[in-house]
């Protein structure tokens, strides 16, 4: 990014986190603002997220991201419906090979959150992950492999969630 496009973002991104804004507001006017960005209805951006990269950031409807998130758009991130994403959460998009050189070729791989997961606070979501639908991701968990559709992932450890619980809701 050059000099110039760098500081008119900075600048964008220092009004939106006014609190001039609501959380709705913020997300809508980002999607107007960024080409790049893709968001659905009702998609709730709360103040001090990162958004870092050129490439896609795909959000569906009723999505909330809260504060001091950082998105690597190194590579594409899609966001489903209803997802929560907690505090201080880092979605990565790309890594670098290891070699001789402390930092090698990037690798970017395209990073998913299919639709109504839940992200606890300080999750840490490393590059081509994909977290299947109706998951729920307890705080401070670092996700490096495939999560599988409805399970709770809590001290490393995958629990199935039992459907039975939520027909009487």
Not at 22 to 30: A, E, H, I, L, V
Not at 128 to 144: F, K, L, P
Request: proline share 2%; charged share 25%; hydrophobic share 40%.
């Amino acid at each position: 990014m050059r000099t110039r496009e760098r500081t008119i973002v900075s600048s964008i991104m220092i009004i939106m986190n006014l609190p001039l804004f609501s959380d709705k507001q913020r997300g809508y006017f980002f999607n107007k603002i960024f080409k790049n960005l893709i968001f659905d209805d009702n998609v709730f951006i709360r103040r001090n997220v990162t958004i870092y990269g050129k490439n896609e950031l795909i959000i569906g409807k009723n999505s909330f991201i809260n504060e001091e998130c950082f998105v690597d758009l190194s590579s594409k991130i899609v966001i489903g419906d209803d997802v929560a994403v907690g505090m201080r959460t880092i979605i990565l998009s790309s890594s670098h090979e290891i070699g001789r050189k402390r930092c090698g070729i990037a690798k970017r791989k395209i990073t998913k959150i299919e639709n109504n997961v839940w992200i606890g606070a300080g999750v840490i979501i490393h590059p081509g992950v994909c977290i299947g639908e109706g998951s729920v991701i307890s705080a401070g968990e670092v996700i490096r492999t495939n999560i599988p559709k409805n399970v709770i992932l809590k001290n490393g450890n995958i629990t199935k969630i039992d459907e039975r619980r939520f027909k009487n809701v």
